[in-house]
């Protein structure tokens, strides 16, 4: 597996678990992220996009997500992120809302909407205010704490907080996300397919586009494309925390300046003195001397 492919790359992703032939995968994973009753267990998907756009592979903000409607009706938006997007919390509250709000009202029935889920399973930490790896949110009372509806829900998946040695690997969805970070250990990944069907099938599904040179190359112009953005995305942060730090400075010193200003004001130093001496233009000093200020 030294040569095979990264599940957690979007367009491998999608592969996956977001075609007609691996629907099995699909509805398993949606099964251990839910976690919903026995006899709520999801048992049939409709994948709405189930095809790759290929005007989405060279762009690197393009989003290769999986819709689906389950067969109880529900909506599902699933996307897979390698890389942080500082607005991710209303990034994904934005379009799961769009995707509730697209759907058709007959004769104002708004009782007959469907709920609308997002999952979002990121290989970085996003929610630092819990220790959960799987986080999950509706529209609750803040003081009370129960639900307004369970019309629009919201998960998050961090890969990063699941270490290998705390998994349980009798829970589906540990299994899961251990078989998207440990995607290049074989000995892992054998253990994994041993104890979930689903996953045997998933890892089948990866080898065999790791060794199709069309699916490959794809998947390097794919990757490429994102640490691009990623780097992008990275020296523009630092840059701009450069020029924070830069205009802390020049801030820091026009402070100084105008409280220099203000004792010589409150010494009864003359104007045009203090003009000479800070730099400041008159109309400057005019505004601190109608200030607040220290008396000293």
């Not at 976690?35 to 409709?46: L, M, S």
């Not at 490429?224 to 020296?235: A, G, V």
């Not at 800070?278 to 001397?289: A, D, F, M, N, V």
Request: glycine share 6%; proline share 2%; aromatic share 8%.
């Amino acid at each position: 597996m030294s040569q095979g492919l990264d599940p957690k790359v979007d367009i491998v992703f999608k592969s996956i678990f977001g075609t007609e032939e691996n629907k099995g995968i699909l509805i398993s994973f949606l099964n251990a992220v839910l976690a919903w009753k026995k006899d709520q267990q999801i048992i049939a998907v409709k994948i709405l996009n189930p095809y790759l756009e290929q005007e989405y592979i060279d762009d690197s903000y393009g989003i290769l997500d999986i819709k689906v409607q389950l067969g109880s009706g529900e909506l599902v938006d699933v996307e897979m992120q390698i890389g942080d997007r500082a607005n991710m919390e209303r990034r994904s509250t934005y379009y799961i809302c769009r995707i509730f709000g697209d759907q058709k009202i007959t004769k104002g029935r708004y009782q007959n909407l469907k709920r609308a889920i997002g999952i979002n399973i990121l290989d970085f930490v996003r929610i630092k205010n819990s220790r959960h790896y799987h986080s999950s949110y509706r529209m609750r009372e803040v003081k009370e704490n129960f639900d307004l509806t369970d019309a629009i829900e919201i998960h998050f998946i961090e890969l990063p907080k699941l270490y290998r040695e705390l998994a349980d690997y009798k829970k589906p969805l540990d299994r899961w996300a251990m078989f998207l970070k440990g995607w290049d250990d074989m000995e892992l990944l054998e253990r994994l397919s041993e104890e979930d069907p689903a996953i045997a099938q998933a890892k089948r599904a990866l080898e065999k586009m790791a060794s199709d040179p069309r699916a490959k190359e794809i998947y390097e112009q794919r990757l490429k494309t994102i640490m691009d953005r990623n780097s992008d995305l990275y020296e523009a942060e630092m840059k701009g925390k450069l020029e924070g730090q830069r205009e802390g400075i020049r801030e820091g010193i026009r402070e100084g300046i105008r409280e220099l200003a203000m004792k010589l004001l409150n010494r009864g130093i003359d104007i045009d003195v203090i003009i000479e001496t800070s730099g400041l233009s008159r109309q400057e000093i005019e505004l601190i001397k109608q200030a607040p200020g220290e008396t000293d």
